[in-house]
C-alpha cells in the first residue's frame, strides 16, 4: 500500500515537473541580415487585440523589454523592427487510473485468474486540469514591413498571481534564446 501511494507521489510530481517546461521553436527568412537590427518598437495596434488581459500584455512587454535590453537592443520611436504578440490558450485535462492487487485483474471484484478465483486490489483515479498557453513572438521590418523573425512557445500557465510574471519571463527568455537565429553553414 506504501509503495502505491509513494509511486503516485512521484508521478505526480514528475507531472508537476514536465509542466514546467517550456517547448520552443523559431522559423526566420533566410535572407535577413539579423546584424543589422539594433533598435526596436512595439506594434501597439496589433498588440491590443491580443485577447489576454491588459496586465498580462504588460507583463509580456515587460518581459519583451528586458530581453532586447540584454541583447544591447535599444527602444526607439523609429525602430528598425517591431514586436507583436499573440497568445493561444488550451484547456487540458488528464485522467490518470492507478491500480493495484493480486492476480491478473485490477480493482475491488470477484473473478476468475490463473491459479483459482478471485482477486485483490484497488483503483485510484486522479483528475488534473491546467491551461496550456502558446505565445508567439513576431519581428517586423519596419522598412520591408514583413516577418522575418518567430518565436512561439508553449507550456502549463499559471493562475497565480504572484507567480505570473516570473512564468512570463520565463517563456519569453526561453523564446528570445533563438534570437537571432544561428544560421547552418554548409
Known sequence: MK????LSLLFITA???????ISVNSDYDDATDFTQYKTYG??????????????????????????????GFTKSDNPAVLV???TKANKEVNVNQWGYGAGF????????GWGGPGYWGGNYTTVTEST??????????????????QG????????????KQARINEFVAEIMKQYPPQKKTK
Open 3 to 6: 509503495t502505491v501511494k509513494l
Open 152 to 163: 512561439v512557445g508553449t507550456g502549463v500557465l499559471t493562475l497565480d498571481r504572484e507567480k
Open 84 to 86: 507583436n504578440f499573440f
Open 105 to 112: 485483474g485490477w480493482g475491488w471484484g470477484y473473478g476468475w
Open 132 to 149: 496550456e498557453g502558446t505565445l508567439f513572438i513576431d519581428l517586423v521590418d519596419t522598412n520591408k514591413k514583413e516577418l522575418i523573425w
Open 42 to 71: 512595439f506594434l501597439d495596434k496589433a498588440i491590443e487585440k491580443a485577447e489576454i488581459s491588459d496586465l498580462d500584455k504588460k507583463r509580456i512587454i515587460n518581459a519583451i523589454d528586458a530581453e532586447f535590453q540584454k541583447k
Open 15 to 21: 507531472i508537476a515537473a514536465s509542466c514546467s517546461s
